[in-house]
């Protein structure tokens, strides 16, 4: 069968053009229907931890597919409450923890949504959100997210949600009793790896604490290992009241889920929410064996330590399109002085490498956790090639530097 590349197709077009067609994966590498080797450095925006095909990955579905996939949340299974356990210990929660199980980081969002309201009541109608944050596409998650742009075909919202800048005195004017929650996106990871100023998480769990709402943080793209920390609001050494995570937590396999802290575990009670497919036994089983093994290979640390060796590789090319990086660990954003983000992306497809652009201006890095020398060398190669020659188009074009 001759496949073609063709979404306008088959399928709706809010996607666009696809850019490749891939048909296998083997640790940081891609294959497309032609044969063509690529080295991935999006890693399916963040989610394949592990790489792709990892044994530990494999087995773990496997083994689970033929044990016992899926009973319905009417009932328990061992690898749902091994996982919520882990999730406890790992965010550091204490006993007072407790874990709600989507399939997806907007699912997990809309769970948080739903406990701000459980929080907040009558009397606390106002829900906190920053400007430029994203938090998901359903219309829960949309209404939280600060993008006039993606909500405007959508209107009317969901109701209550005020968006407020990343800074601490735009939080202090807007906080109030009235405010159920506050919503964080500890790294801004689609709006180009924009990190919240110095402070501003402490900043936020006092002002929040004093005020009695809840402060709930965004850890989909920042969680499970990805910035050094097994989250990201550890860096800052706070305890919120509640997270949400998915992505890299599956490393491939579709699961999100709200963590509460003791403070917000008892906001839920029979009826308020749930999901047919969320913690099922399938999904839980993968994931528990993926965060297990991103524990015994010590991925976190390999995160801050590749992200702190991949930023130097980024000096050293020393191209002058790029301004900088951002991020932390392994998610990382490299700021352009053009807008040129898109054709860096497509030029480096051309070379072999996959990475991706949030915006016009910048280039996002979020590789497999488990990468190494190897993959890294290979890397400096390819981007220092991709870099030169949309540097030498853009001259062209322009006549000189950008
Ligand atoms: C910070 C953040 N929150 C929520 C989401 C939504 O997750 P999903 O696409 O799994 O619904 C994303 C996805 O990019 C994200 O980066």
Same mark, same amino acid.
């Given at each position: 069968m001759t496949w073609q590349?063709?979404?306008?197709?088959?399928?709706?077009?809010?996607?666009?053009?696809?850019m490749a067609m891939f048909v296998r994966g083997e640790g940081a590498y891609l294959w497309d229907a032609n044969g063509r080797r690529y080295l991935d450095f999006l890693a399916g925006i963040a989610v394949t931890s592990l790489g792709h095909a990892h044994p530990v990955f494999v087995e773990a579905l496997a083994t689970q597919a033929a044990t016992l996939a899926h009973v319905s949340n009417y009932f328990a299974t061992p690898p749902q409450l091994e996982l919520a356990s882990r999730l406890k210990r790992l965010a550091g929660t204490g006993d007072g923890g407790r874990v709600y199980f989507g399939n997806s980081g907007a699912e997990a969002n809309e769970a948080a949504f739903k406990l701000a309201r459980l929080h907040g009541g009558a009397d606390r109608p106002r829900v906190l959100a920053l400007t430029n944050a994203f938090h998901g596409r359903t219309m829960g998650t949309l209404a939280l997210t600060g993008k006039p742009a993606m909500q405007e075909p959508f209107?009317?919202?969901?109701?209550g949600v005020e968006f407020i800048d990343s800074t601490v005195e735009a939080l202090e004017a807007a906080i109030?009793?009235?405010?159920a929650a506050l919503f964080i996106e500890p790294i801004k990871g689609e709006a180009g790896v924009v990190e919240l100023p110095t402070g501003y998480l402490q900043a936020a769990r006092e002002l929040t604490e004093r005020h009695g709402a809840l402060l709930i943080v965004?850890?989909?793209? =920042?969680?499970?290992?990805?910035? @050094?920390?097994?989250?990201?609001f550890q860096h800052a050494g706070i305890t919120p009241d509640a997270i949400t995570v998915a992505k890299g937590i599956g490393g491939g396999f579709p699961i999100g889920a709200l963590i509460t802290f003791a403070s917000a575990?008892?906001?839920?009670?029979?009826? =308020?929410h749930g999901s047919t497919? @969320?913690?099922n036994a399938l999904g839980t089983a993968v994931a528990g064996a993926v965060l297990a093994e991103i524990e015994r290979a010590d991925l976190v640390a390999n995160a801050a330590d590749r992200g702190a060796q991949l930023r130097a590789i980024i000096d050293r090319i020393g191209s002058p399109l790029v301004s900088g990086c951002r991020g932390q660990g392994l998610l990382i954003g490299v700021g352009l002085r053009a807008p040129v983000a898109k054709a860096v992306v497509a030029a480096a497809q051309e070379r072999g490498l996959i990475i991706n652009a949030p915006n016009d201006e910048t280039i996002r890095l979020v590789p497999?956790?488990?990468?190494g020398d190897v993959e890294l060398d290979e890397f400096a190669l390819l981007f220092a090639d991709t870099l030169a020659a949309v540097q030498a188009a853009l001259a062209d074009s322009t006549g000189g530097t950008p």
């Amino acid at each position: 069968m001759t496949w073609q590349i063709d979404a306008g197709r088959d399928l709706v077009k809010s996607f666009g053009d696809r850019m490749a067609m891939f048909v296998r994966g083997e640790g940081a590498y891609l294959w497309d229907a032609n044969g063509r080797r690529y080295l991935d450095f999006l890693a399916g925006i963040a989610v394949t931890s592990l790489g792709h095909a990892h044994p530990v990955f494999v087995e773990a579905l496997a083994t689970q597919a033929a044990t016992l996939a899926h009973v319905s949340n009417y009932f328990a299974t061992p690898p749902q409450l091994e996982l919520a356990s882990r999730l406890k210990r790992l965010a550091g929660t204490g006993d007072g923890g407790r874990v709600y199980f989507g399939n997806s980081g907007a699912e997990a969002n809309e769970a948080a949504f739903k406990l701000a309201r459980l929080h907040g009541g009558a009397d606390r109608p106002r829900v906190l959100a920053l400007t430029n944050a994203f938090h998901g596409r359903t219309m829960g998650t949309l209404a939280l997210t600060g993008k006039p742009a993606m909500q405007e075909p959508f209107l009317p919202m969901v109701p209550g949600v005020e968006f407020i800048d990343s800074t601490v005195e735009a939080l202090e004017a807007a906080i109030d009793d009235r405010v159920a929650a506050l919503f964080i996106e500890p790294i801004k990871g689609e709006a180009g790896v924009v990190e919240l100023p110095t402070g501003y998480l402490q900043a936020a769990r006092e002002l929040t604490e004093r005020h009695g709402a809840l402060l709930i943080v965004d850890e989909i793209q =920042t969680g499970a290992g990805r910035t @050094g920390e097994w989250f990201a609001f550890q860096h800052a050494g706070i305890t919120p009241d509640a997270i949400t995570v998915a992505k890299g937590i599956g490393g491939g396999f579709p699961i999100g889920a709200l963590i509460t802290f003791a403070s917000a575990s008892d906001l839920f009670y029979p009826g =308020t929410h749930g999901s047919t497919f @969320g913690g099922n036994a399938l999904g839980t089983a993968v994931a528990g064996a993926v965060l297990a093994e991103i524990e015994r290979a010590d991925l976190v640390a390999n995160a801050a330590d590749r992200g702190a060796q991949l930023r130097a590789i980024i000096d050293r090319i020393g191209s002058p399109l790029v301004s900088g990086c951002r991020g932390q660990g392994l998610l990382i954003g490299v700021g352009l002085r053009a807008p040129v983000a898109k054709a860096v992306v497509a030029a480096a497809q051309e070379r072999g490498l996959i990475i991706n652009a949030p915006n016009d201006e910048t280039i996002r890095l979020v590789p497999a956790l488990n990468i190494g020398d190897v993959e890294l060398d290979e890397f400096a190669l390819l981007f220092a090639d991709t870099l030169a020659a949309v540097q030498a188009a853009l001259a062209d074009s322009t006549g000189g530097t950008p």
